[in-house]
């Protein structure tokens, strides 16, 4: 796989996955409106919406169905959904059409080069990461996604008083995200380790699968510090 420009292996694999008809007929509908070509020029990311809000950015949404919600229950809020497949573009594409959202954009591309290239410092309110790709294996965990020198990166995204939201349901990758976000400068963990369910994150397909087999969640509440 080609490297990131922060020197890393790309934590995702492109793989052939079939479109539904309504995914496709989103997509090729829908994308001229919602979806922001990627590009290596910094843009300002509120004016991407018809409302000046706070900006949340969803690296990684899946098919988006938990990204609807939330943007349907928070319409103050401007959310940014990042993803490399194309299914789950085309899928929360037609969650924005059937639910009528106005606050969402998707940006399909490599989340590590669209926050290199795209975002200026100190430009995102909130980052969510909601049950990544765990890469079980050992010779796997160079493609987990939470990880220096890329948690670097997100704090330098993060406006002062940030706060970044992962979950996951892999207790290797919970303990392992947790060192790393913690060793990370800009970042304070206002709990005591492991952080509360948010009532507000509804439960994503993966983790309903995951508590199914009795998996635990693991979920890490980080705040960027105001100094």
């Given at each position: 796989?080609?490297?990131?420009?922060l020197?890393?292996?790309?934590?995702?694999?492109l793989?052939?996955?079939?479109?539904?008809?309504?995914?496709?007929?989103s997509?090729?509908?829908?994308a001229?409106?919602?979806?922001?070509?990627?590009?290596?020029?910094?843009?300002?990311?509120?004016?991407?919406?018809?409302?000046?809000?706070p900006v949340?950015?969803?690296?990684g949404?899946?098919?988006?169905?938990?990204?609807?919600?939330?943007?349907?229950?928070?319409?103050?809020?401007?959310?940014?959904?990042?993803?490399?497949?194309?299914?789950?573009v085309?899928k929360?594409l037609?969650?924005?059409?059937?639910?009528?959202?106005?606050n969402?954009?998707?940006i399909?591309?490599?989340?590590?080069?669209?926050?290199?290239?795209?975002?200026?410092?100190?430009?995102?309110d909130?980052?969510?990461?909601?049950?990544?790709?765990p890469?079980?294996?050992?010779?796997?965990?160079?493609?987990r996604?939470i990880?220096?020198?890329?948690t670097?990166?997100?704090v330098?995204?993060?406006k002062q008083?940030?706060?970044?939201?992962?979950?996951?349901d892999?207790?290797?990758?919970?303990t392992w995200?947790m060192?790393e976000?913690?060793?990370?400068?800009?970042?304070?963990?206002?709990?005591?380790g492991f952080?509360p369910?948010?009532?507000?994150?509804?439960?994503t397909?993966?983790e309903?699968?995951?508590?199914e087999?009795?998996?635990r969640?693991?979920?890490?509440?980080?705040?960027?510090?105001?100094?």
């Open positions: 796989m080609p490297e990131t420009p020197g890393t292996i790309r934590s995702f694999v793989r052939a996955s079939r479109m539904s008809d309504a995914q496709r007929r997509y090729e509908t829908l001229p409106q919602y979806c922001i070509p990627y590009q290596k020029q910094t843009i300002d990311p509120s004016t991407l919406f018809e409302k000046k809000q949340v950015v969803e690296i949404f899946g098919m988006g169905s938990a990204t609807a919600l939330i943007a349907e229950q928070n319409p103050s809020i401007n959310y940014i959904g990042i993803e490399v497949h194309r299914p789950g085309g929360l037609w969650e924005i059409e059937k639910r009528g959202l106005k969402i954009r998707i399909e591309h490599d989340a590590v080069e669209v926050l290199n290239d795209m975002f200026p410092l100190e430009s995102v909130a980052f969510h990461v909601f049950f990544p790709d890469w079980p294996k050992k010779r796997h965990h160079k493609r996604l990880k220096r020198p890329f670097d990166l997100l330098s995204r993060m008083g940030a706060y970044f939201y992962m979950a996951t892999w207790a290797d990758y919970g995200a060192e976000l913690s060793a990370t400068p800009g970042l304070e963990n206002p709990y005591d952080a369910r948010q009532t507000w994150r509804p439960e397909k993966f309903k699968k995951g508590l087999k009795e998996h969640v693991y979920e890490i509440y980080m705040i960027r510090s105001k100094t």
